[in-house]
């Protein structure tokens, strides 16, 4: 019986040293119709060396650079890697985290003769060992209200859990978004969840997250993450308008990270997202967003203004 192919596709960025354990839970998969595609962002370790002797060895596997036409992150590896690969099913998957040895089948299984888009597994965390498990990611991987749930991150969806058909991933305005260095995921699944709240859920750890302080999920480099964070969901906040819909949870995001911005004394930011968020937000007050100019100016010319948010409701 023949079976579709899946294309799996990871980025990676001097991870030789982590890579390998991630090729071999790959190569120990039940299900073996499948085309790896490993997508270089620029590394300068051995990665190429390690690479090639995997390709050598099995030719199911591929090694691939990131054009240099495209900006740089992993994102923009992802996408180059969806346009290489020929599968009829698409994994995006992490070059540090493990793939349990039935997760393609398990899945594959679930979306053949389905009107399921994609399929969501659940992700165990572990550091330095898959031995040494440190729980689920996120407990629920499902609600009622997904969209909302997952805007608000009261659920988390991981990008190395979910099997997708190349049909549905088609018919996206655009996939990852290439300017976020954080953020992506979330940005991501947002809008696939806006269109398409139904998808198959298999309550089964099929994934293994590594916690290591070189993943963006963990380091240090908070401010980085924080801007990507804001401009993922300004992006989000602007998707949703052109669709006439609008999120009291934006509003809240937007109103805290114009605080932070302030207090930091980040007033090109915070000038911009006064004026191109909540000022054009249409489920803000107009007298809110009166107090919002002033708080600007009062933080501008005296660096304080914190009252003027207290007993504020929108």
Not at 20 to 28: F, Q
Not at 124 to 136: D, Q, Y
Request: with cysteine; glycine share 2%.
């Amino acid at each position: 019986m023949q079976t579709p192919l899946v294309s799996i596709i990871i980025p990676t960025y001097n991870r030789a040293h982590l890579i390998g354990e991630t090729l071999d839970s790959v190569l120990a998969q039940t299900y073996t119709n499948w085309e790896c595609i490993v997508v270089d962002d620029g590394s300068t370790d051995n990665t190429a060396t390690l690479l090639a002797e995997y390709s050598a060895k099995d030719n199911r596997f591929q090694y691939h650079h990131r054009p240099s036409d495209r900006p740089k992150g992993a994102n923009a590896c992802r996408n180059y890697g969806f346009e290489l690969s020929k599968g009829e099913y698409v994994n995006w998957f992490d070059d540090d985290d493990l793939m349990h040895h039935d997760k393609l089948l398990i899945q594959v299984s679930a979306l053949e003769n389905s009107d399921f888009n994609f399929s969501v597994c659940q992700t165990l965390i572990f550091e330095n060992s898959v031995k040494n498990i440190i729980g689920l990611r996120s407990e629920k991987i499902y609600s009622n209200d997904i969209f909302y749930d997952y805007l608000s991150q009261k659920i988390v969806l991981m990008t190395p859990s979910s099997l997708w058909k190349r049909n549905f991933l088609n018919a996206l305005e655009y996939l990852f978004d290439e300017e976020l260095q954080a953020a992506q995921e979330w940005e991501f699944y947002c809008r696939v969840l806006f269109c398409c709240k139904n998808y198959d859920v298999i309550n089964e750890p099929l994934v293994y997250i590594r916690q290591h302080s070189e993943s963006i999920s963990y380091n240090n480099d908070s401010e980085k993450r924080k801007f990507n964070y804001y401009i993922a969901r300004v992006k989000i906040f602007n998707f949703l308008k052109k669709r006439g819909n609008s999120n009291i949870y934006l509003n809240n995001y937007f109103i805290n990270y114009y605080k932070y911005f302030l207090k930091t004394n980040k007033y090109k930011i915070a000038f911009s997202c006064l004026i191109n968020i909540i000022l054009k937000s249409k489920s803000l007050h107009f007298i809110y967003k009166i107090k919002m100019i002033i708080v600007f100016f009062s933080y501008r010319l005296l660096n304080k203004g914190e009252f003027l948010f207290k007993g504020i409701h929108y």
